[in-house]
């Protein structure tokens, strides 16, 4: 099967092992993927910012990267909900707008293409340890995604898996909110921090990395025991 990465920004500039990562384990699924190297953002934080008008520009040079015909398969919740339910809102009315929702219809998040599209949740990796998953914003709220990290995760030899508390709470990330609300977005990373290590878990395992990004941040400067991690990075494990 043909698919196409777009490969979110975070990823790009700080987590590039996620995004071959998520190739290895497409290819052993029989994948042959390919990647545009022309692709830059979606636009997200453009528009959550309120810049709609900058949005569009960068979301219309996103369409034109993009093959409507083939799968798009990205290692974002965030990115994903945000093309696939606000793409229309910034086209509608345009003569791209057969364009977008074609775009929006082949678009799909890493762990929902392999459960959904690809019909498996066994990918043959190997994680020694206790685990618990968080739910990210995007990944639940706009994607709909829950049970299928869940089954992959259970399939992940070594690997025991402990529900948290707050496991769909928000980490406190959100963006620009983080840097707008620094005292609640630490204060909610705290919550959920404290949730993930009450189950006793050493890794927090999650489908964004700018969730990852935040949790990590502040596990580091309180030092504590417990490590998170992209779904990619762990279903391409031990093998």
């Known amino acids: 099967m043909q698919v196409q990465l777009f490969i979110p920004c975070f990823v790009d500039q700080l987590y590039p092992e996620t995004g071959m990562n998520m190739v290895r384990v497409l290819e052993k699924l029989g994948c042959t993927v390919t990647y545009n ?6 636009g997200q934080p453009a528009f959550n910012a309120g810049y709609r008008e900058e949005a569009r520009s960068v979301a219309r040079k996103f369409l034109h990267d993009m093959n409507p015909d083939t799968y798009i398969v990205s290692p974002s919740g965030s990115c994903t909900g945000y093309i696939r339910n606000y793409y229309d809102k910034l086209f509608e009315n345009s003569s791209e707008h057969n364009l977008c929702n074609a775009v929006q219809g082949k678009v799909y998040e ?3 293409f392999i459960t959904g599209v690809l019909k498996t949740d066994k990918v043959g990796a190997v994680l020694t340890g206790k685990a618990t998953y968080h739910d990210a914003c995007g990944a639940l ?3 709909g995604i829950k049970d299928g990290p869940r089954r992959l995760l259970a399939n992940v030899a070594g690997l025991e898996l402990a529900e948290m508390k707050e496991c769909e709470t928000c980490c ?3 963006g620009t909110f983080a840097i707008k609300y620094e005292p609640i977005s630490i204060g909610m990373a705290q919550t959920k ?8 878990a050493k890794y927090i395992i999650t489908t964004d990395v700018s969730c990852m990004m935040h949790m990590q941040g502040y596990i580091d400067n309180n030092r ?3 490590r998170t991690m992209h779904i990619a990075d762990v279903l391409a494990s031990g093998w």
């Not at 190297?37 to 979606?42: A, E, G, I, L, N």
């Not at 921090?193 to 006793?200: C, R, W």
């Open 172 to 174: 406190g990330f959100g």
């Open 110 to 112: 890493f762990t929902e």
């Open 141 to 143: 709220r706009e994607c």
């Open 37 to 42: 190297t022309k692709q830059t953002c979606c």
């Open 224 to 226: 504590y025991p417990i």
């Open 193 to 200: 921090i404290k949730s993930a290590m009450d189950t006793g």
